[in-house]
């Protein structure tokens, strides 16, 4: 699910933020970023928010993805136990201002049922992603969770679904079918890109035009149009709610 947040990020057609919400830690920095990115991340802002409001130390904990800065990186937790003090709710109002709307925001949440998990994130979020395989046992997992959400009503976005190594054995739209959600698109088992995006692999110089990166761009494009879409829909009371933000969840339910 990272390695997917960390694609879409790095294909996202305009500015984007990653934010690692996992309350079982953050991988980028050591995985993509090989040790040499730095920064306080998730655990400073807490620590900032107690002292003042997230949204104005927000900037100051994020990080380069890319070259130009147009990807940046709020990193993870470096100690799952500081989780239970994060507070996701004043969390989710400051992603949802960062730099005043302007910025969408893809948050790798973890698992629905972690302890811990960052609800309040997810209930904001205009596009709510569940990642799953492909396999029968994937997609039942990926089906009792978007039924906990729905029960839940933890989400007032969209829902959907995203799909790592379609046709091994089901397609896109048997699973879809299935979930009984939209499919927001498929990425495929590209072990090579993924190396580099997952444990800091060498890129090459083609690693812009690996099969991953190219699907996450068609993903990433469709997650904004749904995202668009969610906000066209909204009533003036419900305009509070984040239409840039958009929320990979994990299907993999314990």
Same mark, same amino acid.
Not at 220 to 243: K, Y
């Given at each position: 699910?990272?390695?997917?947040?960390?694609?879409?990020?790095?294909?996202?057609?305009?500015?984007?933020?990653?934010?690692?919400?996992?309350?079982?830690?953050?991988?980028?920095?050591?995985?993509?970023?090989?040790?040499?990115?730095?920064?306080?991340?998730?655990?400073?802002?807490?620590?900032?928010?107690?002292?003042?409001?997230?949204?104005?130390?927000?900037?100051?904990?994020?990080?380069?993805?890319?070259?130009?800065?147009?990807?940046?990186?709020?990193?993870?937790?470096?100690?799952?136990?500081?989780?239970?003090?994060?507070?996701?709710?004043?969390? *989710? !109002? #400051?992603?949802?201002?960062?730099?005043?709307? /302007?910025?969408?925001?893809? $948050?790798?949440?973890?698992? =629905? +049922? &972690?302890?811990?998990?960052?609800?309040?994130?997810?209930?904001?979020?205009?596009?709510?992603?569940?990642?799953?395989?492909?396999?029968?046992?994937?997609?039942?997992?990926?089906?009792?969770?978007?039924?906990?959400?729905?029960?839940?009503?933890?989400?007032?976005?969209?829902?959907?679904?995203?799909?790592?190594?379609?046709?091994?054995?089901?397609?896109?739209?048997?699973?879809?079918?299935?979930?009984?959600?939209?499919?927001?698109?498929?990425?495929?088992?590209?072990?090579? *890109? !993924? #190396?580099?995006?997952?444990?800091?692999?060498? /890129?090459?110089?083609?690693? $812009?035009?690996?099969?991953? =990166? +190219? &699907?996450?761009?068609?993903?990433?494009?469709?997650?904004?149009?749904?995202?668009?879409?969610?906000?066209?829909?909204?009533?003036?009371?419900?305009?509070?709610?984040?239409?840039?933000?958009?929320?990979?969840?994990?299907?993999?339910?314990?």
């Amino acid at each position: 699910m990272t390695t997917s947040g960390l694609a879409l990020a790095l294909s996202w057609p305009r500015p984007v933020v990653l934010a690692e919400l996992d309350p079982a830690g953050g991988d980028v920095l050591a995985g993509y970023g090989r040790g040499e990115m730095s920064a306080g991340g998730l655990a400073d802002l807490e620590l900032a928010a107690r002292r003042g409001g997230p949204a104005r130390h927000l900037d100051s904990q994020l990080l380069r993805l890319d070259s130009e800065g147009r990807a940046r990186l709020l990193p993870g937790l470096a100690d799952p136990a500081s989780a239970r003090h994060v507070d996701w709710d004043r969390l *989710a !109002a #400051a992603l949802a201002a960062v730099e005043d709307g /302007a910025i969408d925001v893809v $948050a790798d949440c973890g698992r =629905l +049922r &972690a302890e811990h998990f960052p609800a309040a994130v997810v209930h904001r979020a205009a596009v709510v992603v569940l990642t799953t395989g492909s396999s029968l046992r994937a997609v039942r997992a990926a089906t009792q969770a978007i039924a906990e959400l729905r029960e839940r009503e933890a989400c007032l976005g969209m829902l959907g679904a995203l799909v790592i190594g379609p046709g091994e054995p089901y397609g896109e739209r048997e699973i879809g079918e299935a979930l009984g959600v939209p499919v927001v698109g498929v990425l495929p088992r590209d072990a090579k *890109a !993924a #190396a580099v995006l997952s444990d800091g692999a060498p /890129a090459g110089r083609l690693f $812009a035009q690996s099969a991953l =990166l +190219r &699907a996450a761009r068609t993903v990433a494009t469709r997650l904004i149009e749904f995202a668009a879409a969610h906000e066209s829909r909204l009533t003036p009371p419900q305009a509070a709610v984040p239409a840039s933000a958009t929320t990979v969840g994990s299907s993999r339910v314990r």
